[in-house]
């Protein structure tokens, strides 16, 4: 049973471009949520994705957005790359139950910005 | 808001030794409790959660934590510590409300266990 990938396991941009980072959520699974995660720091929520619409947010600028595709797969989009961008990115995939199953992290993606 | 303090940045322990991580957290509403572990240069993997009932949790690892409402805090705990518990510890929550979906995380707590 495939757990949580996430592609590309590294990634090197420079400021002002474009990037997009994708997910597969665990098998089984329908809703995907992003966070990001600055050296030192706790992973920090970005949005979380069920049914193709994102349902809630956190905050961060309109520069983020993302997709859930109908298979379930999520696409994370960061536009006009800063510095402060450069963080490991982590997707979490959850079965949405109506309770409050636990979300299953994938290994990320380490995005620097240069 | 929902808030969430680690206070312990890095905590050392020789191998074999007994081990607390120490979590509090602030909520106006009921919530959901969480201790992740994360690996270096992998992603965080659930070590045990609280979601009601028992306030004692017993998770994987031979980790447990105990819910405290009173205190607002979820300790984490080891009696015996190995070399290879070395890593990142999350503590995290999430509110029991409709419409509320993310997890807060804390700065992250690093077990060094010596030998």
């Given amino acids: 049973d495939a757990g949580v990938t996430q592609s590309p396991t590294h990634l090197i941009k420079t400021r002002g471009q474009q990037v997009t980072l994708r997910c597969s959520p665990k098998s089984g699974h329908d809703t995907v949520s992003w966070y990001q995660q600055a050296l030192g720091q706790g992973p920090q929520f970005i949005f979380q994705y069920y049914e193709e619409e994102e349902r809630q947010r956190g905050n961060f600028p309109d520069r983020f957005s993302g997709h859930q595709f109908p298979n379930y797969s999520s696409e994370l989009n960061v536009n006009a790359l800063l510095l402060g961008d450069s963080a490991l990115y982590l997707c979490a995939s959850s079965l949405e139950t109506g309770g409050r199953d636990e979300q299953y992290f994938g290994p990320g993606t380490r995005l620097t910005v240069t | 808001a929902q808030s969430v303090t680690q206070l312990d940045s890095q905590v050392p322990v020789f191998e074999e030794a007994p081990v607390e991580l120490r979590c509090n957290y602030s909520s106006s509403v009921s919530v959901y409790l969480f201790w992740y572990v994360q690996y270096p240069n992998q992603g965080l993997q ?3 959660k609280y979601l009601s009932g028992s306030t004692l949790v017993k998770g994987i690892n ?21 070399i290879s518990d070395t890593a990142e510890y999350f503590c995290a929550v999430s509110e029991t409300g409709p419409g509320t979906y993310k997890y807060i995380f804390g700065t992250g707590t690093r077990l060094k266990v010596l030998a």
């Fill in chain 2, 46 to 48: 659930l070590l045990l």
């Fill in chain 2, 62 to 82: 031979g980790f447990e934590a105990e819910f405290n409402k009173s205190q607002t805090s979820f300790h984490l705990r080891k009696p015996s510590v190995h």
